[in-house]
Structures are given as structure tokens and as C-alpha cells.
């Protein structure tokens, strides 16, 4: 089977058993992949494979895998066995090597059965990276996906794409709330109750939400199609997570350091990434290089170290401005930001990308009062509408948990990409919003660098938050208030299309119509580019 061929397949449910939760094994059941295949962290002679084997109870379970080019699996280049059990949740993590640079491969995973039948999984799909001169890659980039409030249709749209390289997931995969909490508006009506319907605290309940999210089949359909390199953001550990705790974190949910480790854990178990399975081994930024044309770095703004936001419980309007102003406050922490410094300087690629969670752009709210109408629905409270709307009477910066609320790590960050990086390209998450911007070091100066911000898989955005007196009223002040900002959607869901040539980077922003009803389209909403080697003259129409 050739791969578009393959995807077709796959897209049409050809490959798939019917998906699950993998709950325990009942009497007469037998093991199963209830949740699919993934691969993730490609290399250029090795990448990570991953499965589940669901139905086995507490028994330990030995596995094989198998991975070869071509659909059938007929041309073996790689094979092992490997044995999994409960201390894993019966996860599956291969890191299969000796590959050759730059090409498709087809893995599948098998499980014997005691009288000699063997258990297949589904066949998935995986990339490994090139080397030398490499005229052109492209990536998916996607971020905050809520099972409860919507489809993943992106992940569907994404999954049909036969070219990516690789999907860039910038964190919230998944979202630790009930049934009740945030974004649980449409659970019930679409069936996306979130399993455990309380909020997932412990090791028990961030399993059970992972392999919720992982039966989603349009997820499934993603991670068969192409590897994945992710990282966290806050919502699979706990809102406004920080090294030290979070906002949606109290004193009656134990301790912070026991919840963050169980997050930690289940994660490195459900994800296709190259850490391991130890709470020591969780060094979430990493770098990938495709031959001489790009080098991607990804990084932990949340919790490797992260200070405090400065706008939390008991905060002053003195003891922000006090903070903002602090030298010695860290959104990356002074360890990653020395490992950033050394890889873009020694980066000799065309382009460094820059994959990380929360937005970079200075950005100042608009005042909301004469946006809204306050008659329209809010997914906010009255009480909690009136708090945004007085906060932003001054112009504030907009949202402190980004990096509006760590400016002078910010002044940093922007000064090493002017100093080291060639044509840094910044790739950002977590605001549910499509947005792009040019980034400055200095007044006077062109821009040193540009973001590029995902828009959600299927989280809220601003419309649902802020009731509007005239469609996209508060983007349009944003825009205006904010000149380094050059593009900005807030109502649709989508993802971001990344292609790199050896002399532009062109970025696609992918939307959809609806996250709430099965049937949906999905267009391109703009088309911008930067030229290699022109990073002053910043983001123009494609």
C-alpha cells in the first residue's frame, strides 16, 4: 500500500478496532490496543514507538514489535520484544534504531496468546529525519485540545495531510478538569463526559483521563499518521501550573510536589517521547535537527523554572509592579537558559525554531467595557466578567501567566535570539487564539524574530469568554493597540501549517468551522511568510 493510499485507510476506519477506555480485564476479555499506535521524537536514525496494551488486568504482558517500509510489514528493517505491566499502566515504549535518514516507515505491534493466536495492533505510519542538504520540511503545530468541549476535527485534518515531517504539539493535550469544571459545557450532549467525571489529581486519575483522550479516534488517526514531538504545558499537570505549585491547586488536594510526579509520570508513560519512565529523567527540553536547513528546540516554560505568576492569590497592585520589574524572576529558569544560549549558538542551520507554550509577544489588553454586551452569554460569571473588565480599564499587559508576566526574562530571551540565532522562528500555544507578530530586542530596531501562535484544537476562545457588541470587536483593538502583532483570529479552532524552504518560512493557519457538530470544514484563514536572512523586515502576505 503506498502512503496516501494509507491514509486513506486509515481515515476511513479501515485499520481501526473499536476504540475504549482499557479498563482492567474482565473475565473472557484478552489483551487488545484499545488505544491505538503512536510514534514521536524522531531522529534521523531512530524514533520512539508507543501502544497500550489494554485487557490485561494486573498481569505483566510481553509485546513485540515490528518496524519495516512498507504498509504490509513484509520488508523488516527493525524487531524486538519487550515486556510491560501495572507499574507502567501497560504502556509500551520502544526507541527503535539503526534506521535510514529521511524516510517513511510502518511499525505494528503483536501480543501471543497462550493458545498461539497473536493480538495485532493497528499499523501506524512514522518519519525519520533527513540529513544533508535538505530543500524543504514542513510540521503541523498544534496546541490545547478539551475533550469535553468539542471534536478534534484539527486532528482528523491534520491525520490527512501525506508530507509532515512532524506534528508539534505545544502542550495541553490534555485538561485535568470534571465533569462541571471548566469547558464541560457540551460534555453531555456530545458524549465526551470526561472520565473520571471528578477532576484527575492522583496517578489513578491522570491514567484514566490519558487513555480517555488517547480512545478519541481522530487522536488515534494523528498518531498512526505521523510522529509527534510534544511537550507539557499546564493543564496535564494543574492550571497556571509554576514550579511550585499552581493556581487550580489547593491544600485539599494533597500535596503539590506528590501531583505534579503523578502528572510527570502518567505523561512519560502515555507520550511517545524519549524521556523514560523515572520522575529523575523529565527533562522535557530537547533539540532536532533536519539536516542543514533547521534546527527545532523545544522548551519548558512552565515548570523546569518557572517563578510564581506575579498576579496570584494576595497579590497588590504594588507587589506586581515590584515583580515585573524583578531581575532575578525566571520563566525558563537559569539552567535552560543557558542550555538555549549554547544550542543557537552553535546552530548552523538556515532556520531555529522555537517550539514553547505561552505567548512571547508583548501584548497589552484593550479596554473591554466599550467592547461588550453585557446581555450576551459569557462562559464567565458576572461576578468574574466584571473583574477582566476593570482590570483592563488601564491597558494592562494581557495575561500574566505568559510571558507578559516575566518581561526582563523576556528582554533575555529576545537579546540571545538577536545575538545567536540566524532566523529564529518562535512557535507558541496555550492562548486558544491564532496569532502571529513581530518580534523586537530594542526601539528603533527591526524585528530580531517572529511567533507564530497555534490556535486550539478544540479549547474555548475569546468569543466564548467575552460577549462581543460586534464580531471580533476585541480583536480588532488588540491589533490596534498592539502594531507588532500582524494577525490575530479568536473565534475559530484549527492548527498552524509550518513549511521551511532553504529561503522563506511560510506559515498557514488551518480553521474550522465547528468543534460542537460532527460534520464540519475546514479553509485556510491567512497565509504569512518571512524571508531567510531578512528577519528586519519581518512577516509578510504569502
Not at 539503526?98 to 497462550?114: D, I, N, S
Request: net charge negative; glycine share 8%.
Amino acid at each position: 500500500m503506498h502512503r496516501r493510499g494509507f491514509v486513506r485507510g486509515l481515515l476511513a476506519g479501515a485499520l481501526w478496532p473499536a476504540a475504549g477506555l482499557g479498563t482492567a480485564r474482565a473475565p473472557g476479555s484478552e489483551p487488545a490496543f484499545a488505544h491505538g499506535v503512536a510514534s514521536g521524537d524522531p531522529m534521523s536514525d531512530r524514533v520512539i514507538l508507543w501502544t497500550r496494551v489494554s485487557g490485561a488486568g494486573d498481569a505483566p504482558v510481553d509485546c513485540d514489535w515490528m518496524l519495516g517500509s512498507d504498509a504490509e510489514l513484509r520488508n523488516l528493517a527493525a524487531r524486538g520484544s519487550i515486556r510491560t505491566g501495572p507499574d507502567r499502566d501497560h504502556t509500551v515504549k520502544v526507541d527503535a534504531s539503526g534506521l535510514t535518514p529521511g524516510k517513511a516507515w510502518y511499525y505494528r505491534f503483536e501480543v501471543a496468546m497462550p493458545d498461539g493466536r497473536r493480538v495485532q495492533s493497528p499499523v501506524g505510519r512514522t518519519r525519520t529525519l533527513p540529513v544533508g542538504r535538505i530543500p524543504a520540511a514542513r510540521f503541523a503545530v498544534v496546541s490545547c485540545a478539551n475533550f469535553p468541549y468539542g471534536y478534534f476535527h484539527a486532528y482528523r485534518d491534520i491525520a490527512a495531510v501525506d508530507n509532515l515531517d512532524a506534528v508539534l504539539h505545544l502542550g495541553d493535550y490534555l485538561y485535568e478538569y470534571g465533569l462541571g469544571g471548566y469547558a464541560t459545557e457540551h460534555a453531555e450532549r456530545l458524549g465526551r463526559v470526561p472520565v473520571p467525571q471528578h477532576e484527575a489529581v492522583n496517578l489513578e486519575d491522570i491514567r484514566l483521563r490519558h487513555a480517555q483522550y488517547k480512545s478519541d479516534p481522530d487522536l488515534q488517526a494523528l498518531h498512526a499518521t505521523h510522529p509527534v514531538i510534544a511537550i507539557w504545558d499546564d493543564h496535564e499537570l494543574a492550571n497556571d501550573a509554576w514550579k511550585g505549585g499552581a493556581q487550580n491547586h489547593g491544600p485539599e488536594e494533597g500535596e503539590w510536589a506528590t501531583r505534579r510526579d503523578a502528572a510527570i509520570q502518567a505523561w512519560l508513560e502515555w507520550m511517545p517521547v524519549r524521556a523514560g519512565h523515572e520522575r529523575e529523567d523529565t527533562r522535557i527540553f530537547r533539540q532536532f535537527r533536519l539536516g542543514d536547513l533547521a534546527t527545532l528546540v523545544m522548551l519548558d516554560t512552565r515548570i523546569a523554572g518557572r517563578d510564581r505568576q506575579p498576579d496570584g492569590p494576595g497579590a497588590t497592585t504594588e507587589s506586581v509592579t515590584a515583580a515585573l520589574r524583578d531581575p532575578e524572576r525566571h520563566l525558563l529558569g537559569e539552567r535552560q537558559e543557558a542550555w538555549l544560549r549554547d544550542v543557537l549558538s552553535e546552530s548552523n542551520t538556515i532556520w531555529q525554531l522555537i517550539g514553547q507554550q505561552v505567548m512571547l509577544s508583548p501584548t497589552l489588553s484593550p479596554s473591554l467595557e466599550p467592547l461588550l454586551d453585557r446581555q450576551k452569554p459569557s462562559m464567565l460569571s458576572a461576578e468574574q466578567l466584571d473583574h477582566y473588565v476593570s482590570l483592563s480599564r488601564d491597558n494592562p499587559p494581557m495575561l500574566l501567566d505568559t510571558w507578559n508576566g516575566y518581561p526582563v526574562a523576556r528582554a533575555r530571551l529576545l537579546g540571545d535570539l538577536a545575538q545567536y540565532s540566524r532566523n529564529p522562528v518562535v512557535l507558541s500555544g496555550d492562548l486558544h487564539t491564532s496569532m502571529a507578530g513581530n518580534l523586537y530586542a530594542g526601539e528603533g530596531d527591526g524585528p530580531v524574530a517572529v511567533e507564530l501562535m497555534a490556535g486550539s484544537v478544540s479549547s474555548p476562545g475569546f468569543a466564548e469568554y467575552l460577549p462581543e457588541r460586534q464580531p471580533g470587536a476585541v480583536r480588532d483593538a488588540t491589533l490596534e493597540l498592539n502594531p507588532s502583532l500582524v494577525y490575530m483570529e479568536t473565534d475559530r479552532r484549527g492548527w498552524l501549517h509550518v513549511e521551511l524552504t532553504r529561503t522563506e518560512c511560510v506559515a498557514t493557519w488551518r480553521l474550522l468551522n465547528s468543534v460542537h457538530e460532527h460534520d464540519y470544514t475546514v479553509s485556510d484563514d491567512r497565509r504569512l511568510k518571512v524571508t531567510a536572512g531578512a528577519m528586519a523586515a519581518g512577516l509578510q502576505p504569502a
